[in-house]
């Protein structure tokens, strides 16, 4: 491990024993075993007596610290206040003869602290909304071609060269990728404007997907970290222009063409899961001989089993972002086709929903949840847009699973043997019909 990788994975936190307390920068990739000692020893709290029980970590929320495991897979990040106790003994309380004491404190054990870490995130958040911004205003100004056309793609040139000097030269791999997420939505709006001639999921759509293809593969070229992620942009640019030149250059229904794109998305995202864990190359090589058996088993490189599994996970976030984007981008115009439409809609998000009993990560299933209900919230809007007589009925619908939603999960809540089997159920359904009713869609059924 390099210097400079050593350093980015230090987490800044304060650790207090008793009265005593130390803003540290400590290694967030060692397990939590091998820090407290230095941390006793640090904080005066390690002597004849104490030293043969051990010590333990506890966060300002009350949860222990696991020794085997280490800070960053545990979820501290900057600012966090820990405290150091001897294992197996609860707490001594404090006496206090001075409210402000006491509440000084409470405020350090309870509260984390604002950090310049957050502060320098929170600038990059607004400098990407003011970006999106701005994409938003060039876009509903297209209809100057040129003018927009230009503008974009000086933007969109500026962001990728930032994005490669963060990435490269200052060595922020975040902001560096943010950015570069930012270049390819201006290269999209840029392609948006080469042409103003008819419908925008035309020849407007397939230069915009063009231009994101391009910018998003060479910010993937460029970055050494959120590869996947950049990657992915280029591959839903992709996408986009297959749609736009099925619409404007093979004049196919705009309909059709968003209900095959939809089955297709949603099924590569159910499939393509399992490609990442596989591009990981990890496994056991087990023994096969007799010689194997008895000699001693090959040393674990821990360096590289961690960056492959961490590049597979980022891999599989990256596929779950873009079928997600995709998939909310083609739903609504499905939706508008009719009653196969929504219900091709409907299939698509639930499958998406029920993936997250098969995710373990929280980045996993928050993204798969987020992608669901907001998938499903879309076709059922879109679907009262554009059917105003289906409205009582959508209305019925929502609340009724609404009702559904808080009688399992919030009034109820327990683990269901057969509620689990019926989702497994739903879920193949759901995947096996998404072809058919697409097909049933485009009218080949």
């Known amino acids: 491990m390099t210097q400079t990788s050593t350093v980015a994975s230090l987490i800044r936190l304060s650790v207090t024993s008793g009265t005593r307390r130390a803003d540290l920068g400590l290694p967030g990739g060692v397990p939590v075993a091998e820090l ?16 043969a029980q051990g010590f333990r970590l506890v966060r300002h929320d009350g949860v222990p610290v696991d020794a085997d495991r280490s800070l960053a897979a545990q979820g501290v990040e900057d600012g966090f206040v820990l405290s150091l106790e001897q294992a197996g003994e609860p707490l001594e309380l404090k006496v206090y003869d001075d409210v402000v004491e006491a509440v000084s404190d409470l405020v350090e054990s309870q509260f984390a602290p604002w950090t310049p870490e957050h502060s320098s995130r929170s600038a990059l958040g607004a400098a990407v909304v003011f ?4 994409a938003f205003a060039l876009f509903t100004a297209r209809a100057n071609g040129a003018l927009v ?14 994005s490669a000097v963060l990435g490269r030269a200052r060595h922020q791999p975040l902001p560096a990728a943010a950015l570069g997420l930012v270049a390819v939505v201006y290269a999209a709006v840029a392609g948006s404007a080469v042409t103003t001639e008819g419908t925008v999921w035309g020849e407007p759509f397939m230069y915009a997907g063009a231009g994101a293809l391009v910018v998003g593969a060479v910010c993937a070229a460029l970055s050494r970290e959120h590869r996947p992620l950049l990657a992915g942009a280029a591959v839903l640019g992709a996408a986009i222009a297959v749609i736009g030149a099925a619409v404007g250059l093979l004049e196919w229904s705009v309909g ?18 399992w490609f990442a864990v596989s591009s990981t190359r990890l496994s056991g090589n087990p023994p096969r001989t007799e010689a194997e058996i008895f000699a001693d088993a090959p040393e674990v490189e821990d360096a590289h089993v961690r960056r492959q599994v ?7 976030l990256a596929t779950g972002v873009v079928v997600g984007l995709l998939a909310v981008l083609t739903a609504p115009r499905a939706a508008a086709t009719g009653v196969m439409g929504t219900v091709l809609g409907g299939l698509g998000f639930a499958a998406i929903l029920l993936r997250t009993r098969h995710s373990r990560t929280r980045s996993a299933v928050l993204l798969s949840m987020v992608v669901g209900i907001l998938g499903l919230a879309t076709v059922a809007v879109s679907a009262a847009l554009y059917h105003p007589q289906w409205r009582p009925a959508v209305g019925v619908v929502l609340a009724g699973a609404a009702a559904v939603v808080v009688a399992l999960a919030l009034i109820a809540p327990r ?12 879920d193949v359904t759901c995947l096996v019909a998404l072809l058919p009713v697409s097909l049933a869609v485009v009218g080949l059924i």
């Open 36 to 51: 407290l000692p230095e941390l006793a020893r640090e904080l005066g709290a390690l002597d004849l007596d104490t030293a």
């Open 131 to 134: 970006f999106l911004a701005g």
């Open 149 to 162: 056309l230009g503008m974009s793609a000086a933007v969109a040139v500026l962001l990728v060269v930032t």
């Open 256 to 273: 059709s063409v968003c209900a095959v794109t939809f089955a297709v998305a949603v099924i590569a995202g159910n499939l393509l899961p």
């Open 310 to 316: 961490l590049g597979g996970h980022e891999l599989v």
């Open 415 to 426: 683990s269901r043997v057969r509620l689990g089997r019926l989702a497994d159920a739903l």
